[in-house]
């Protein structure tokens, strides 16, 4: 059991969770930043892509940086994760641009300058556009090149950050690479996909040592791995169960048992849940969005349950941070419900034992959906593209309201499976504690 478990409380006023929990907003540097000119995406995207579908300036989040972490700030977050562009420190092979290592410390310093604490992730999905005509992460010599940038960079950085994440979603590279063929160097073999996945375990195994052996009094290291939460519909149907199983095994566990041992914390981004029907192993042909449940723009399904269910499953001795969460709607008063919902079932899986240190929210800004462009909206505060203006959604208050409190006051979980105004909850709440409804 967690040492900083809040004390059983019978008061009806807020659902409590432990002390000195991360609250937060997670993002990545392809995705905010804007004219990543150098990264395999970008090439990929102006031969591929239309042109709205191009990540151009994106948010404009790396001229634009100062201001949004002090909306973070202002909306009581004390954590924030984000990327580093690995083609902007290394562009061409071996060349390394300092200009571009001073902006990040720029850009850590400010964060810790806001008493932040600092995520800080090596790679999310991106890489130089050279090392990805070298053959990508199927190369083995990738792992060198990865170790070897993380070796420069790293004891540049290292004072600013708190915890390091080495990779985001291995997993999800691979299927969105290799399976679903909707990512750059897709049309690859199932033998490329092993090798995909054989380096990006070493990788994480090296930079893991690496950074335990330049700091050895230092900061935790881990992954972000999707985690999906599987079910079957057919409880006696052997066929679903096996589905489960196997999907449960390649999908949450293999790349842990891969890389056992070097992982000093879990890294959660939940999304999904799965159900398997009967005659159905392990094929995609999954319903994702019953007529029955709520469903993000994206027909992602709502399912808060799925987070206490991976959260007790994977629950482990060491601790987790939920690195992402969020859903893609332009509907606020969805996520409302979505952000009230999912942390009440966080804070199921931390009375029940489960060692749970922090929560990212998907995503600060709305920000460049991958290959689907800007249209997903997934911010706590909305990004007018047009003239990169930045304007805080209902929710982004109710975040900042649970924040404050360390926990969901009563008041906002009686809203949960209710369809009100989002703007109804927070007049509501704000008359409550005296403050007017801003921004937006
Ligand atoms: C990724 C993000 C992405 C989010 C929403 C996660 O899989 O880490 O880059 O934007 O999901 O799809």
Not at 98 to 105: Q, S
Not at 225 to 243: G, T, V
Request: charged share 25%.
């Amino acid at each position: 059991m967690p040492d900083n478990l809040p004390s059983e409380h019978h008061d009806h006023e807020t659902l409590k969770f432990p002390e000195g929990f991360l609250w937060g907003a997670a993002t990545s540097a392809h995705q905010v930043e804007g004219n990543n000119i150098n990264s395999d995406w970008w090439d990929w995207e102006m031969k591929n892509q239309p042109p709205e579908k191009r990540s151009g300036a994106a948010c404009d989040q790396y001229r634009l940086f100062e201001q949004d972490f002090d909306l973070a700030k202002s909306l009581n977050h004390n954590a924030h994760r984000l990327s580093i562009e690995w083609s902007r420190i290394e562009p061409r092979e071996g060349e390394f641009d300092e200009a571009e290592i001073k902006h990040y410390v720029k850009v850590l310093k400010y964060l810790k300058s806001l008493n932040l604490t600092v995520m800080l992730t090596l790679w999310h999905f991106t890489l130089p556009k050279w090392v990805a005509d070298k053959g990508g992460w199927e190369n083995g010599a990738t792992v060198k090149y990865f170790e070897r940038f993380v070796k420069k960079i790293a004891p540049e950085i290292a004072e600013y950050v708190d915890l390091w994440v080495t990779l985001n979603e291995p997993g999800v590279y691979i299927y969105e690479t290799y399976i679903a063929k909707s990512w750059p160097h897709s049309n690859k073999s199932w033998f490329g996909q092993i090798k995909t996945f054989l380096n990006l375990t070493s990788a994480h195994r090296k930079v893991y040592k690496f950074l335990h052996y330049l700091f050895p009094a230092g900061k935790p290291v881990g992954i972000a791995n999707n985690i999906l939460s599987f079910e079957s519909y057919h409880k006696h149907s052997l066929s679903a169960q096996i589905a489960v199983f196997l999907n449960d095994l390649f999908v949450n566990h293999l790349f842990y048992i891969f890389t056992k041992g070097t992982h000093d914390f879990l890294g959660i981004n939940y999304y999904f849940h799965v159900r398997f029907k009967d005659k159905n192993w392990i094929s995609q042909r999954i319903d994702m969005a019953p007529q029955t449940h709520d469903v993000s723009d994206l027909g992602w399904e709502i399912y808060p349950e799925g987070i206490f269910d991976v959260l007790t499953d994977l629950a482990d001795d060491i601790p987790i941070y939920i690195t992402e969460c969020g859903i893609a709607s332009t509907n606020d008063d969805r996520r409302n419900r979505f952000l009230i919902s999912y942390l009440q079932e966080v804070a199921r899986a931390v009375r029940t034992g489960v060692n749970v240190r922090g929560f990212f929210y998907w995503s600060l800004i709305d920000n460049f959906e991958w290959h689907l462009g800007f249209e997903p909206r997934f911010g706590l505060v909305e990004v007018d593209y047009s003239n990169q203006s930045r304007h805080i959604r209902p929710s982004a208050l109710v975040y900042a309201d649970i924040i404050q409190h360390n926990g969901i006051p009563h008041s906002l979980l009686r809203f949960i499976g209710h369809t009100v105004q989002a703007e109804e909850v927070l007049e509501k709440r704000y008359k409550e504690i005296g403050k007017e409804l801003e921004g937006g």
